[in-house]
């Protein structure tokens, strides 16, 4: 492993699995999904969603932080203080100046809804103080930053759904280029709201099972009708190696690989052939150093819309010829939009240790148009070394994250 090689020291997350890395784990690898209905988005046209219910944002941050920031800066901040102590990343371990941070995070929607419903009732002088720091999409990074004490370079990323795998191979680059010495990077988002879920199902892409919500999230199945809204975050500790090492912090995995692109094709559809994402996979393999015969396993974007799951699957096939066994963690979690790619690069890391590829759960019959090796039903024993996620995103944005055994 070279010298400038980017080590994984901690991970952290918050999902509608669990609220930490290894309850969503347990979770994800006994396949059991967890969407449900939502009380919130009763009178719509879909009434479930994909709710982290076993995150309290008081009881692990405290009061302070629970009024004045959007849920998806807390559950980011939750997630970053488990990756951190997982890295074992105290203060004063680190130069903050050479300590960098990047977030996904599209932005919050609780606290400008109050706002808009202020000015509504002619009553602009309600409106709180914290509507624009407390929803910002930079506040998850600048919160984070504040709690960790991390001065180096510190900034948002929203690439919509490829927006925490974005995240993860920016801090890649900032690592790679000696910007930094440790870079806290991941994605976070809170999508269950009544105008996201409205907004989403009048662009028929979210599933309509609300008769049975368990069974709705299906990625590649033959019957699939959408995605779940969910909520969720995932940060990792990335380190050089020899930074690492010097510090005697734990490795977990390397991030050997990374890239990003776009399809500059369609607002919201990908490339039908999966041209685009497979331009994005193969420049992370190339960043790498590797071929398509290095990676024994991909973690799949895996949404369970029509077109996305046909396009990654030709996108796949391009790249490998005959890929290699494949999974979705949307099928169990649902899809925390810019949360999304920063969980299953964590999830991929958590693989790669285990030894264990997780189920795509409600996968009953593969489309006929998808010839891929899908793990589904009970978790699969596989010897893996390297391993891939994808991330797409509507604006054609694409990433691509490779991780390789410590």
Known sequence: MSADAVAVTGLGMVTAGGHDALSTWERVLAGSPTASYDAQLQGLPVTFSCRAEAFSPKQVLG???TWRMDRFIQLALAA???AAAHAGLERGTVDPVRLGVVIGASGGTAASGAAWRKLFENRPQGISPTTIPGGSANMAAGEVSLDLGAQGPGFCVSTACASGSSAISL???LLRSHTCDVVVAGGSDSACSPLAAASFDKLRALSRRNQAPEEASRPF???RDGFVLAEGAAVLVLERSEHARARRAPIHA????????????HS???????SGAARTINAALASAGMGARDIDHVNTHGS??????????RALHTVFGSP???TANKSVLGHSIAGAGAIEAALTVLTLQHQQIPPTANLDRIDDRIDLDVVTKVARPQRMQTALSTSFGFGGQNAALIFTSA
């Open 80 to 82: 970053a203080r488990e």
């Open 324 to 326: 290699p066994p494949v």
């Open 63 to 65: 009061n302070n932080y």
């Open 171 to 173: 801090a890649r680059d």
């Open 304 to 313: 369970a819309t029509e077109l996305n799951d046909l396009s990654e699957a």
């Open 254 to 265: 390397y991030l050997t690989g990374g890239a990003l692109g776009c399809d500059a094709h």
């Open 221 to 223: 199945d033959a019957d």
């Open 268 to 274: 919201t559809a990908p490339t039908p052939d999966g």
